[in-house]
Structures are given as C-alpha cells and as structure tokens.
Nanobody, 128 residues
Framework: QVQLVESGGGLVQAGDSLRLSCAASGRTSSNYAMGWFRQAPGNEREFVATIRWAVSSTRYADSVKGRFTISRDNAKNTVYLQMNSLKPEDTAVYYC?????????????????????WGQGTQVTVSS
C-alpha cells in the first residue's frame, strides 16, 4: 500500500496558476499509474488527469485539457499537477491516487474505483 500526501493548494484569482504536489511513501512500484481527481461541494469525485509512472503516458479530462499538466519526478517519488489559467469552476478539493498498473487501456485509470491508495486532499479555491 502506498501513502500519499498532497500539498500546494490555496486561494487564487481567475487566471492564476498553482502547482500541486503528491509525495508517495511506503510500498511503491515503478509500474504504478497515478491520478488526480477533484470533488466540489455537492458533486461526485471526478477525474482530472492520470499518468503511468514508468513511461509518462498521460490522459486529461476535457475540462482541463490544455490548461493542466501532470508530471512525475521518479527520484523524489512525487507527482505534480501544474494548473494554469485557473477558472472559478476549478474550485474543489484535489486528491492524488495510486494504482498498480495492469496493462489496461488508459481509460481504466479515469475511474475512481481503479485506484488502491488515496491522499487526504488539498483545497483549491479560485475567485472570480
């Protein structure tokens, strides 16, 4: 099992940028898939972005494509979410997640129930 801790959230204005970090510890693997999800008040947790740890294959939700970038630093066991051109509708708690890679199509890793480990979340608030 992997332990995950998110950081980097905050209160910003529309058009600003933030970079979220997810530090992984405990039992890890070089063949993991990592994901970012978010949940706004009254809504279900929704997919944001995913990356395969070993080869950096990525996929993004349509709502963030072109604005957000997921990346990883293997030496630091850390995954990042660079968020540019933030909008008020991006306001949510952002969660990092980890899953053992199973050779399944990347669409599999857009689902919350595909992940084994979750962080506690970090709040991102974008004012208009």
């Amino acid at each position: 099992q992997v332990q995950l801790v998110e950081s980097g959230g905050g209160l910003v204005q529309a058009g600003d940028s933030l970079r979220l970090s997810c530090a992984a510890s405990g039992r890890t693997s070089s063949n993991y898939a990592m994901g970012w999800f978010r949940q706004a008040p009254g809504n279900e947790r929704e997919f944001v972005a995913t990356i395969r740890w070993a080869v950096s294959s990525t996929r993004y939700a349509d709502s963030v494509k072109g604005r957000f970038t997921i990346s990883r630093d293997n030496a630091k066991n850390t995954v990042y979410l660079q968020m540019n051109s933030l909008k008020p509708e991006d306001t949510a708690v952002y969660y990092c997640a980890a899953a053992k890679f199973r050779g399944v199509d990347v669409l599999y890793y857009t689902r919350t129930n595909s992940y084994d480990s979750w962080g506690q979340g970090t709040q991102v608030t974008v004012s208009s």
